[in-house]
């Protein structure tokens, strides 16, 4: 069955980096366009990145943008988000999720991760 | 400010129905007919309910529809269930390209 499991978060001080990893099973991975959402507590839902199933684009929230990158190892079945210049702000559970919508809409998320938290603070 | 209006609180008694909105404050969001609803329970990932403005993912109940006018998207759950109590999001593609959730919304029931 499809599985998403992130990891990699944990607590780190303002300006370092941390990476994280999605890691999926049961399904083709280089199918689907896969996502990171974000959830900073007691908040709402918050859209921080994509990349499309072929690969070929990758769009970021103006609040991430320049400083967090995704990527993907399909060798690995595994998703990446390598944040830097991490902010407080930047505290939130952060999901991955698949994007059942082949159209490049981002209309069908369809699996999510259980999540990881990442804290930053000085 | 999420470029996604939805109302913070809605409530309502087993058995009714309710009605989220969530109303496109740019225009670079609203044209879009990409709108879906997403319910999250305290501590769980979000699930997928509305796609599409109007349909329902295989296994969702369809005591819960989606519609739109203008630029405003609803979601309308019947029959209210204890179950149903969680929160809402919707979310809209927009013309860059992104992902914009709405701030969400909390349901009720009485």
């Known amino acids: 069955q499809v599985q998403l499991v992130e990891s990699g978060g944990g607590v780190v001080q303002p300006g370092t980096s941390l990476r994280l990893s999605c890691a999926v099973s049961?399904?083709?991975?280089?199918?689907?366009?896969m996502h990171w959402v974000r959830q900073a507590p007691g908040k709402g839902l918050e859209w921080v990145a994509v990349?499309?199933?072929?690969?070929?684009?990758?769009y970021y929230a103006d609040s991430v943008k320049g400083r967090f990158t995704i990527s993907r190892d399909s060798s690995k079945n595994t998703l990446y988000l390598q944040m830097n210049s991490l902010r407080v702000e930047d505290t939130a559970v952060y999901y991955c999720a698949r994007d059942d919508d082949t159209r490049g809409h981002y209309s069908r998320f369809d699996f999510w991760g259980q999540g990881t938290q990442v804290t930053v603070s000085s | 400010q999420s470029a996604l209006t939805q109302p913070a609180s809605v409530s309502g008694s087993p058995g009714q129905s309710i009605t989220i909105s969530c109303t496109a404050t740019?225009?670079?969001?609203?044209?879009?007919?990409?709108v879906s609803w997403y319910q999250q329970h305290p501590g769980k990932a979000p699930k997928l309910m509305i796609y599409?403005?109007?349909n329902r993912p295989s296994g969702i109940s369809n005591r819960f529809s989606g519609s739109k006018s203008g630029n405003t998207a609803s979601l309308t759950i019947s029959g209210l269930q204890a179950e149903d109590e969680a929160d809402y999001y919707c979310?809209?593609?927009?013309?860059?390209?992104?992902?914009?959730f709405g701030g969400g919304t909390k349901l009720t029931v009485l």
């Open positions: 740019s225009s670079d969001v609203g044209v879009y007919n990409f």
């Open positions: 990349l499309w199933y072929d690969g070929s684009n990758k």
């Open positions: 979310s809209s593609y927009t013309s860059s390209r992104t992902l914009v």
């Open positions: 599409d403005v109007s």
């Open positions: 049961g399904f083709t991975f280089s199918t689907y366009g």
